[in-house]
């Protein structure tokens, strides 16, 4: 007798897809399209933040997804996808919290630079840290950043170090990043200090607010942008911090505003953006699950991730 | 003296027009235009469900709607709509439940074949009991389905009966429509499996996703689809299984997805289709309002069963 | 040792630059572009409410707002706004209660008639009083009000005197306010009883309901009855009943309504009027935080108050 | 084919056994053992209160509760009571609010004296109005009062009128009742100003705080205030503030604190109350259900109420 | 380079001793003390319940707690325990459900007789069927049940079948359990029917009610429950209906009641009980995790089957 | 006119009684009986906190609490205490925050010893930095722990430094307190580790868990901690992790466990201590209000401040 024998399986959800890589499994990275990696930190945010939880909620929230997409006609289950797990982190040292995120996207460029990365934040302070153990695995590269935003991340980094407000500055003055290569859209008033934008003018930074950028329709402004990007860049990181969306569709982005992105309008734009052939890289931050109401915002977290991804696989049917 | 008297009603509500039908009043139901019919069954939910609450949901939250309509300068009133009740339902035995819920529908097409039913659900297995039994009082018709829902609910009964997956495959297997006469307006990526997708293409099911639909623009779907179905059809069954709209829009819906439908959008669609002369029946599925915040998607679903009646109101007017 | 000097502000927020106004400081009101008064009064509103609690919230919720509009690279802290604190209200005497906001609004015209006034209720039997206040201070002003509210608030009073469902016509039979003076834009089908329509017919009220000005296009609406009403009168009073919003974008606005107003087209709208040269005040009412979900009612209130302040500082600068 | 024929009842329930009294019954009031009364009145509360909506969370929360006690082997059901519904309120007036309270409670015993009235508030300003109807039905009587308080409510009236800090001050004051037949059970440490012990003192009150009737037994304090009250005056009239709740137990009631009664506690004192003979009427206040979490409160309300007329019952059975 | 490899385990938690078992592990079962197994069904309750999500829920919370019980300085961690995984169910044939459960059992009894079975439930009609399983295993054993419950759960069969309402009375009408070896402790007045209580008497059922045994004292109740069973029966199951909880420490349990039993109280009953040497199988039901606040409902049934276990343990050491 | 003028204060409240302490006013410290910190530092908890969100909660909270204790006829408010602000923290550097909250306590013991100080956390990390502080003010004094808590906090600190489940261990090994000085009441089974519970044992730590001080009744158990420290040491710190409240009351501690201490004990045990002549210092600790429910467990924390104070009222009085 057998009580709980699984089912065949008809319908592929996400979790029979993305399959988790144990620390022994690291030769076999080969096999990758994609790989997804957790970075649960969040105790590096300003305000106080439990974004920390959502790499997990990710992976529960995915079993409810299946892996067809009606919409393209596409099945994101012909990528081979892999979970590389959590980077660790310390309890009070941030800064090795923060070298943990760099090495392990040098690990993910040196055992297989042919997957395509998407790390699971945490908050957006990652970023900074993950676009330099990209460049230090590709010093030559020139990257361009595609940051789906309400903010510039533009503080200084003397007052209270690499936060989550700061991720931006950090790489323009590594000089990892050029200002001119770096695209923000979303960017809403009254969440933004006149001094940041003084600055983002003076790095030559481009940007769009979200009120603007509705007048002109989501799909243009990321149409453009990809342009421009496209041909001063050599690669293109997506960031999408989920506080970009309008306060009625993202209760478990705290810093979501009235007036910003709706649900369509992200899931559009980030699909557009995973089709481009230099974009090599994405993260999702700032999505605190513990502040979600009936999961909506982890839900639609882990939509971007495949709306993302379907563009990527659009790019290899060409 | 008197502390309770009531004052005259100046500005009726929902509840002072929809009138209870007892028992012994069967004989009167000639009299209405339309009548309302509670489907209090969810344990034949997949996932758990408390849809079994939302017929009494509904009539709590009616109270608060007046029966006029500014946008159209309509009053409901004018129509005369009875409560049936609730169909009784057995705890431990489905089969029973469905089978009531079926004799249910013959009753109303034999006492009165005039009325405009009106099924407040419950899950979405009660369609294809009511469809049935549609289909049973009028052998002769051919009966069309217009259906806004995420989902395809095509999965197959050997598996697990009929459940809230399989409506539509139900009354496809059993001959009671066919396939070509199936509309199904609001479909979403990554919640139907590809196998469900090429069974509806098998049999020539006709459907649109949100994503699709939203750039074609809601209006002119359902008067494409609604002038499709009045060619081939005699009668027309609006399905509106609420998790089709979007999940800022519909926490009451559980299964509701990231860039679902508006309710703007749902409540123009509804309108419309109630509007439609061969439209001969509704129901409203899949709303758990104990799931709910704010009683915002119970609110929603009564106004979706308000915008079908002025539909109604307004193919009597022309 | 100090643990608790302050930095310099760097990112000056709302709180930082709206002035708390001791009693004693009156005589410096001269100097204020702007002065908010808060209405601490929602005994007199129909439905139980909270809406008292408002002006508080909005206090605390300000503090994450900066003072600069990106939008518009404009920076409201050029503008001098002084907080004048809360009406002060009786606990069982709600005549009291209106007396006081009379009396608050002509004490703020006769001590600085150039500060425009912005009102933060309680619930919309305030606006009465308010405009009253006004009109005894400006008795050969024609005065006329752009509502934005889904429902005409054209009650009768004497069956439950001045409560929020009465102050247009409180307005209206007292002759302080003309009807076709009177610009009514949101209102909702199904919440709103014939009657009121009709008397708003019967004194030529203007009225548009939401699914007509979505149609129409939100910006478009606002900018003909401002036309029309520039013509008209001498000065344009705003109210901003909350519950214009849509149900799914205004949790804490109770009696918001399936197919409202989005966000967007609220904080457009406000923008828009509130740079008319006539407009000479604007009151927020019927947001109950205690109903709230995430804050984001307040903060979208919040929101609504600085795009009015842009809207008027954009008048400035032509 | 009758599809919601009633079964049979053979577990009867509270709704089945407390039965409406239209206005035109009135005349058969006097078959009844005790009379239930709505008081729907909270615009009367010093804090924002929606505890006017208790009467109606009450009527749908007893629907859940059978008529058996089986911890005494006794049914209710054997007590003969209506529901008179709701003492009508006006919106912007409370004083006529409080004249029609006292009407109502004058009217029950003009019409039937011999009806044990139960009524559900509403705020505190309740009972100053109740009992002042009862002694003016009945001035020859001496009228004690049992509280269940974390508060004396003996505020000032020439402040802000009769709400819900002022009833026993408003009785003491207005003569109706004397000081030394007041007594307070449950007031707690930090909720009570100075001021009002020092008037509880110079008035004779009786009181004893949560925390010494604990270490007391709550039996034990009950048994004695009704053994002194039993000798002193003719009748004894309950009233029960919610609040009096130990703060994990009672959400419902916004002012519950830390290390207030405990449930059992309370159920055990109302029905001691409940079972002196010379207890002529009982009032449950500040329970404000939409604060309530899980409909707690609210079912410990309704549960108070049939503990109450458990002790009415045993009390008819010596 | 390895980002997450996984620490030494020093503070062994519940997740890391307590082992899931694949099917084609079950030669292995010899080894095990207790099994667990999940019984997710509830489409059998009487009103509509989220239970089948509770096995699932229960894995997720015992994350957090260790193995240790600091109280009897006793490490659960010495019994090898295994997690069988879900008892496979049906979604539209409640009896294919039903069979499956018993069947569940039976296995159990047949390939290791010497675990200690634990299910988790599930709704409270499962303990029937788990029952008649170990039954039929055990033909000749007489087994007495010790229940921990709100209710007498002896409602009539032949209205709506085997549902939570019937399981006691299914056991006695099939002559699985004779009435007198029936010990229901923590019955509640008011939620109870008269006639259960009669037909109880009937059949000689023993029970308690939460205040009489409150009064008497839980852990003298629970030691006299035992002893009268020990000296009657072969073996005792144990099933704990998590509603006996107070209402206040059970949100998870919709059917919890004002004076219930409070979780203290709950913790050292349930130890008792697994410490007698005759009680062979415990289950939890009727805790709903989609209703429960802050998860506290789950935690606390989690932490009673640690202090069952705790309870065997202890029997073990003596 | 005047509307907002004050009134006078007849019922003084926490808020109009505790003043906020200016940087120019620390000469005036002399004058202060008590001052209070607050230390909004969670970044350094193991699992993602909010409790930083804290201090604010309290200030906000305690407007609600007037200064009398009626338990004791004793008004706080003939104590001077000061509010004396935050402790400065830094966002991505832990160390440095640790720093400021050692240096805060030696300002305090430096410019006024004679106040006693009361922390309000924050996560448990700070209270190894206060104790930490106040040794090195007074190098000579033997400083014993007075703890409530579900946890040892004797986590290994080579782990991941200084967090919130270390600083007892801390405090062992850096010898500024000596094992058997630690007194821990309030224990949890299921919650500590078997290697945490023979550490204490080795360094002589005394501790009793909760189920057993509940046996021998917490307020013995606290006599009796307090007498044998009375014995030992020169000054006693008390700091109560609000975790050890039982689930059921408090939310807001998300550690808090099913069975763990009810609000009246903690209530009494604090008061106790406070009388105590050689306790000098307290803090409360993990409360995270974003996790609490109807502020429930921040209310009782507030309680937990002004029973201690009670305590220390007590103590001059004698
Ligand atoms: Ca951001
Ligand atoms: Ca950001
Ligand atoms: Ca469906
Ligand atoms: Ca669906
Ligand atoms: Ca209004
Ligand atoms: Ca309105
Ligand atoms: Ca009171
Ligand atoms: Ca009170
Ligand atoms: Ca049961
Ligand atoms: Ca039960
Ligand atoms: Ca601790
Ligand atoms: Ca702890």
């Given at each position: 007798f057998m009580w709980n024998t699984k089912k065949e399986i008809t319908e592929p959800k996400v979790h029979e897809w993305i399959q988790p890589l144990d620390d022994q499994d690291s030769a076999k990275w080969t096999h990758y399209d994609a790989v997804i990696l957790g970075v649960p930190l969040s105790r590096s945010s300003i305000s106080a933040s439990s974004a920390s939880e959502n790499p997990e909620a990710f992976r529960r929230a995915w079993k409810s997804f299946t892996t067809y997409n009606l919409d393209e006609d596409l099945d994101l289950s012909e990528l081979q996808v892999a979970d590389l797990g959590d980077v660790r982190e310390h309890v009070t040292d941030i800064s090795i919290c923060h070298d943990n995120i760099k090495e392990a996207m040098k690990a993910i460029q040196t055992h297989h630079p042919d997957s395509l990365p998407i790390m699971i934040g945490?908050?957006?302070?990652i970023t900074a840290m993950l676009i330099k153990g990209y460049k230090e695995s590709h010093p030559s590269e020139r990257i361009g950043i595609l940051q789906l935003d309400t903010h510039f991340d533009l503080r200084d980094l003397t007052d209270n170090g690499p936060s989550n407000g700061t991720p931006i500055r950090n790489l323009l003055e590594s000089k990892v990043i050029n200002g001119e290569d770096v695209y923000n859209i979303g960017l809403h008033g009254f969440f933004n200090a006149r001094s940041l934008k003084q600055y983002a003018d003076e790095v030559g930074l481009n940007y769009i607010t979200m009120k603007q950028a509705r007048k002109k329709g989501i799909e243009r402004v990321i149409h453009e942008a990809l342009a421009e990007l496209e041909t001063k860049v050599d690669k293109i990181y997506l960031t999408v911090d989920m506080d970009v969306l309008d306060i009625s569709a993202g209760p478990g982005a705290p810093a979501s505003t009235p007036g910003g992105m709706y649900i369509h309008e992200l899931l559009e734009a980030v699909q557009l953006v995973g089709a481009s052939n230099k974009v090599c890289a994405m993260d999702i931050v700032c999505l605190d699950p513990t502040k979600d109401i009936a999961n909506a915002t982890v839900k639609t977290g882990v939509h971007v991730m495949l709306s993302f991804l379907t563009g990527y696989k659009l790019r290899q049917e060409l």
């Open positions: 945490g908050d957006h302070s």
